[in-house]
């Protein structure tokens, strides 16, 4: 039976379903220069984000049959031109939405209510400047009547539509492919709720958005860069939880030093695994580390999926 490289691990769940159908599963990470012989060995290959699969690597592996994306986006494999050689791409698109959706709303909660900053100043200054910060985090907002624009509406953004108008927020939303439906609030007791949400223009969504979210692809150019910064409300708040250079990260700063945006909460990073010092810095920045679909339950979800695929396609 075939053997599967899991580079960037898979979930316990997903290696046994593998293991179980007569899959050889290895799970020991190979680093990016040696991957090219290690490969040699193997029928398929899983990644997440860290492995990159570039035609270089794909030319001198003929016995790759199938590349499993555990995750969303595939920017870091060269899918055409694995598909143009007969390889098998696949991927996991639903799998992280909510954990996804639900970091967002983390970043936006901290932002409105100044915990990037709190938590960095409480721990050297709490006990000897308390009511000074007391006094300077004493403007938060709520986020329930706001409008939250959500730029890229595909599984993850109408997941983030759906915790937004669980709270009550206003949603408008832009995507390259125009979206007209209801996003389904599932609430406790079985209880589920319609409500319609039609996409529209992106000048619209910058230009009235209270907080502008980023579900967007890997693009050749940033979405967001000066020239929108400048459209936007004062004070909004931006999150990106999609790709790093989807945000001009200059030109945010710029905006967030003038008080044109409020907040940012970043996930995804230029340079990464390397992010700017200066953004890494700010006082007005809410960060983590590229963590959006690393939830237990995300990642359950992602390795079952993504060894069904696998057993699908080789076995089908």
Do not use: W
């Amino acid at each position: 039976m075939a053997r599967i490289l899991a580079n960037d691990g898979i979930d316990p769940i997903g290696k046994k379903l593998l293991e179980d159908a007569g899959f050889t599963v290895d799970t020991q990470t190979v680093p990016q220069d040696q991957l090219a012989v290690a490969l040699q060995n193997y029928d398929g290959l899983t990644v997440r984000s860290a492995t990159k699969v570039r035609k270089e690597l794909i030319d001198v592996c003929p016995n790759l049959k199938l590349i499993g994306r555990g995750g969303v986006g595939m920017d870091n494999i060269d899918v055409e031109y694995a598909r143009s050689k007969g390889i098998t791409v696949v991927n996991t698109p639903a799998a992280s939405s909510l954990s996804v959706a639900e970091l967002v709303f983390a970043h936006l909660f901290t932002g409105v209510r100044f915990l990037q900053d709190a938590n960095r100043r409480m721990p050297v200054e709490g006990n000897t400047k308390f009511n000074d910060l007391k006094k300077a985090y004493a403007k938060g907002i709520e986020l329930r009547g706001k409008t939250i624009g959500i730029i890229g509406f595909g599984r993850i953004g109408r997941a983030t539509a759906e915790v937004a108008l669980g709270l009550g927020m206003n949603v408008l939303a832009y995507d390259l492919f125009p979206y007209s439906g209801n996003i389904t609030l599932n609430l406790t007791l079985g209880i589920k709720v319609d409500i319609p949400v039609n996409t529209t223009s992106l000048e619209e969504v910058i230009a009235n958005s209270d907080f502008i979210s980023l579900h967007t692809p890997f693009a050749d150019k940033p979405i967001l860069g000066a020239a929108e910064f400048a459209a936007m409300k004062n004070g909004v708040g931006v999150v990106n939880c999609s790709r790093g250079g989807t945000i001009d990260e200059p030109a945010l700063i710029e905006a967030l030093n003038s008080g044109k945006v409020a907040f940012a909460g970043l996930d995804v990073f230029d340079n990464e695994p390397t992010p700017s010092a200066e953004i890494l810095s700010h006082p007005k920045i809410s960060l983590t580390p590229h963590i959006g679909a690393s939830t237990n339950e995300a990642q359950e979800r992602i390795g079952t999926e993504l060894a069904n695929l696998i057993i699908e396609h080789f076995k089908g």
